[in-house]
């Protein structure tokens, strides 16, 4: 990398852009798949009331952009994983968390093409006839990012770049 | 109406893209037909291109790994053909008359990856048998 830092960091880094973007991610999605799944009906006091009392339909812009800059960037270090993680991870018979690896590189594609009838159901939110679909489609695309982020962070507990 | 009702649903779309009868056609049919193109692209194994980390290495469609060139990456090509073919399919239906667009099942679009999972499992099972033998 120029000298300036090594390949280990490097890598580092961008896993680490790749970890923020998937935190505000989790974030957004969670806030509002509890406002779907859970709606609150009459103010009350109390962190999770707050917690699913947010404006839901303001989320659905940051979520599909914060989704594909976290699809991207993963895309990105996936090669470095290839190489420097996958096969090491063979090579000691880690195979469960190898195919778990597998597993959430189809679920976050699967999660990409749903992003445009989301974000469709978010933004005509005042239409009764997709109230189902909004929240069905909301509440599977935040288990897919829980599921995406929990793997990630085990894998990376297993074996990060710089192991 | 609720407060949550209040708080989570704006009374007007946003945007005109929102409000587009177009852009619905393209949005349901782009998200449902993805799921199960990826599925098709996935078993029929018809990346749009072929990627070899370790060599910076290159080519359109299908090629395997190699004691030479090491590992390959096939789901870059996976997820991009299924793209295309689904932005493709949703261009289509961009021009069915809605009446037809109105025909389409909205739970398609949060059932089918549902469906889609025991699939993507078993289509990983050279993995979990790796793992039984251990």
Redesign the interface.
């Given at each position: 990398m120029g000298g300036i830092i090594s390949t280990y960091t490097f890598w580092t880094l961008w896993l680490f852009v790749h970890l923020i973007l998937a935190l505000g991610l989790l974030g957004a999605i969670t806030h509002q798949a509890m406002?779907?799944a859970l709606?609150?009906?009459?103010?009350a006091p109390g962190i999770v009331t707050r917690f699913?009392?947010?404006?839901?339909?303001g989320y659905a812009t940051t979520v599909c952009v914060l989704y594909v800059l976290t699809f991207f960037v993963g895309?990105y270090i996936?090669?470095?994983y290839?190489?420097a993680i996958?096969?090491p991870l063979e090579s000691a018979?880690y195979?469960?968390t190898?195919?778990f690896f597998?597993?959430k590189?189809?679920?976050a594609?699967?999660?990409?093409?749903?992003?445009?009838?989301?974000?469709?159901?978010w933004?005509?939110?005042?239409k009764p006839?997709?109230d189902?679909?909004r929240k069905?489609?909301t509440?599977?695309i935040a288990v897919?990012v829980w599921f995406l982020f929990i793997v990630g962070h085990v894998l990376n507990n297993t074996r990060g770049f710089a192991s | 109406m609720?407060?949550?009702?209040t708080?989570?649903?704006?009374?007007?779309?946003?945007?005109s893209?929102?409000m587009s009868r177009r852009?619905?056609a393209?949005?349901?049919t782009?998200?449902?037909s993805?799921?199960v193109v990826?599925c098709l692209v996935?078993y029929f194994n018809y990346p749009l291109f072929t990627?070899w980390?370790?060599v910076h290495r290159f080519v359109w469609g299908f090629g395997a790994s190699s004691a030479d060139d090491?590992?390959n990456?096939l789901?870059?090509g996976?997820?991009v053909t299924?793209?295309l073919i689904?932005s493709a399919l949703?261009m289509i239906a961009t021009v069915i008359p809605e009446q037809t667009v109105r025909k389409i099942p909205?739970?398609l679009?949060?059932?089918l990856?549902?469906f889609?999972?025991p699939y993507?499992?078993y289509?990983?099972m050279p993995?979990?048998t790796?793992?039984a033998r251990?």
């Open positions: 406002a779907v709606p609150v009906h009459k103010p699913r009392a947010v404006p839901a339909a895309s996936y090669t470095q290839r190489i996958r096969i018979h195979y469960k190898g195919g597998d597993f590189e189809h679920v594609t699967l999660g990409l093409v749903l992003l445009p009838a989301y974000w469709y159901f933004k005509n939110a005042q006839d997709y189902n679909a069905g489609v509440l599977v897919m | 609720s407060t949550a009702a708080a989570s649903k704006p009374m007007q779309p946003t945007s893209l929102a852009f619905k393209f949005a349901l782009f998200s449902i993805g799921t990826y996935q990627y980390p370790a090491g590992p990456m789901w870059y996976w997820s299924t793209i689904a949703g909205l739970w679009v949060w059932l990856p549902i889609a999972i993507v499992i289509s990983l993995w979990w790796l793992a251990q």
